[in-house]
């Protein structure tokens, strides 16, 4: 017997039909087809899948997909306003914050989940953003580099 | 970002390099950071069926009976797979340039020999369907012995692990257990040196562990074709492969792939198509076979441990006259890459070091863990961690400066290598330099007055003496004459060698003018750092 | 086999289905239960769900802290009032596993996992249980020695506020800023006229279930907190403990390092966030 479930994903409706304990992170790729949300462990460990649940950063693969019924879904396919790059985007290109880019998409929403709160971190403030999300290339270095840079020009741009 | 020295070997430069010191964006960048990269995983079937494999639970054992009736029946099952179901059902990766016996069967028959070895396939309509499905299936086992240690595996006695290598070393050329150098008199050296230095050194595996796991899809296409979308770090081993497991013309197989969520060596071994692409050929729908987390750590490959003992000879004036080094890869219960590690291994000894008496004896060994494979300079990489703690043992025992000790025995152009090779195109001395400065650690004014160009050559002890007994460069220099396994490395003589194609013109670029001629001949800016273009002498 | 998922907007009832449901799981935060399901844990075939505002309700006063089982990590970093506590919620996984990670399942995390359970130890916590026969409340360690038995539903948990700054807790790990641990201590240590009175110290990962070191405690009464006053304590740190290897680290290596952190948290000198 399947649920169905309605929600926002990146600002629009979309609805579905759940096995019972079927995850956010398999709806999202299988049922929706947002694959832009990437699984690494289906274990809650890596990080990978981050997804943003109003607005606050958690881990779709152990996430019950019916919890999101009514709520705000956002993943990487809704960073970008059409042909404009997030800054955060445009920042991880420019630092080359990517290399196989298997964890990017779960650090980008990692960062966005920081940057829409605090505007102004402090590289441990973006240390912690993005501890829960595991690099097996970068080393990191280039990535918190990458979010301190989209914070700052985020800022010239408000300013 | 980049620094370049080009005030060092100036003279050798014709300095056109374009793209190199430049930086340039990934081709991919872009769909990195929009989440668009098509990973193997980021398509999608109408009735995509999944495929999960059963395990052996036991290092080593003898598989007595499969039930898999219960199974067969499950809901949502639609195909069990069996040994009996793989047309070719012994391979071994390089085979695909006839090196080594197939050893590795796609499912297990008789006999399990590692912890996370397949046995059964389940393909079903869901992943869980798959897993509940396998919780029916009876394996009965008989244990053995098994045996976990490198050492211990080559001692008489020992449980033999694999078939097609019952002593548990790989056989080269059909014959020898292991890989030889032998350089000089390291014997008679060791005699003389002021002070000997014997060591032991151990690695762990490493697991790769790739944010993304392995896997593939297998999707019929038209007219016996399929498609295959993999993770794979190796399209062509992996086409070539699946089709010989699968006892189907290459030309039947489409493989899709080049987008890889990490690799690092662990997705050379093409873990996942041959069964992927079998499922899918059995029930005519596409398959998905992707790997958990739990199994990318237990069945995937690892870089096997390494036990390697390094002994040195050393003269009290840091001169290193004699090393030996015996070397024991651990390849796990199946070859993989491992035969190939050791041959770098040994190509690597005694590392960049003019040393005249060398002597190396390197085994590929079995023993009951994960079959080990390719990572990140495997069969160097661990080499070259042994190899420098010596150097810094080696220091501290003749009271020398660890940069200093290193750059007195490192390599000059002129010196005869241990391979019996020329070398050439040294630059170790320049780069310690470098590196010191950078570093604010002192040098004394000998040491920042050293060049790779100056002292080597027949001065260097062993050189001129080696050199006559140099075999002709035809003959590969460790086969035994009469019956060399593989084609020679070595580059015809100029005069057989057909002409050289000119390269491509470069794609026109803006203000750039032509380069220059180059020196020695060559068409790259910097012969000394090119080895493959680099000018040979004889 | 498809599973059921069964929301209830009160707690009792959701006891209840838990005692009476076949492979019955009660899922909180999902950092365990999901898990479980992902991998086709066959002992899980319904998923008991609760929607009851006291399960989430943080309550303080001046003497006593009240914590639905429902209260995230994430909501104790919220919560002024309960500062203290922020180093233990911090440390336990990264943002997006703090959003999710219960007290409840806290005290159901099996070692390595557990920290803040072991944290609630030190606070001499009582668990208050739903269902049965109303609710019930048991001492922390009460519960802890039973909590692998049968299906049990833990409403919330309630401790005492310690006194400022008698609170302190390390979490060793190997991975920073957040890691599973080697091992953590948590310690109240309330002074009158400078020494010890009534001492609690746990540990997590030094055992299956967080666990209180007595002997260290009762080395400490009376004594001040410099070398020569937790020196009896050090010498009985590892009574009560029983730690086992796993892939984070072996439990040579967790006797061996367990005193040298307790030594520094007792004289105060770690270091803020690194161990």
Redesign the interface.
Known sequence: MKTPIQFRLNGEEVATFVEGGANLLDTLRESVGDLSVKGGCWQGTCGTCTVLIDGVPRLSCVTLAETCAGHSVETVAGLRRGADLHPLQSAFMERFAAQCGYCTPGMLMAAKALLDKNPNPTRENVVDAICGNICRCTGYEPIINAVLDAARSDSRRRA | MLEFRKDIFADERDDNLKEVGQPTQRQDMLGHVTGTSPYYDDHRFANLLHLKILRSPHAHARIRSIDDAAAARAPGVKRIIRAADVPVNLNTLLSLIQFGKDDEPSLATDVVRYKGEPILGIVATSERAALEAMALVRVSYDQLPAVFDVEEAMKPGAPSVNAAYPKNTFEYYNKYDHQKLRYGDADAAFAQADIVLDERYQMSPIEHAPTETNGSIAVPDTNGRFIVYTSTQALFFSLDTSAKINAMPSNQLHFIGGTVGGGFGGKVDTLTEPLAILAARLTGSPVRYRLSRHEEMQFGSPRGGERIFIKDGIMRDGRIVARTVRAYFDSGAYTRLSSYAVVKCAAHIPGPYTIPNVSADVFCVFTNRTPATAMRGFGVTALDFALECQMDKGATAVGMDPLEFRMLNAYRDGDMKAHRREAKNCALIECAQVAAEKANWALRDEFRRMSSRQGGGAARAGAAADRSRAPAPAAPSHAPASTPQRVSYERPTPAAAPPRPAPPAPPPRSAMPPPAASPAGSTHGAPRFSSVFGTRRR | ?????KTFPRLADAASALSQERGARF?AG??LV??A????D?S?ET?V?STDPSFVNISVSSGRVELGAGVTM?AILAERELSFLHPVARAV?????R??ATVGGNLFAPSPYGDFAAALLALDATVMLAGGVGQRELPLDEFLSRRDRGAVLVSSVAFKRPASDAFRFVKVTRVH??GISVLSISAQLPTASGRVSGARIAYGAMGPAPVRAKAAERALEGRTLDSAGVAPALAVAHDGTAPHDDAIASAWWRREILPIHLRRLLLGEHPPRHS
């Open positions: 086999m498809t599973i059921n998922v899922l999902g950092t999901m898990r399901v992902n991998e086709a066959p899980i998923i769900r994430a996984g990264g943002p997006a596993v959003e999710a800023p957040k």
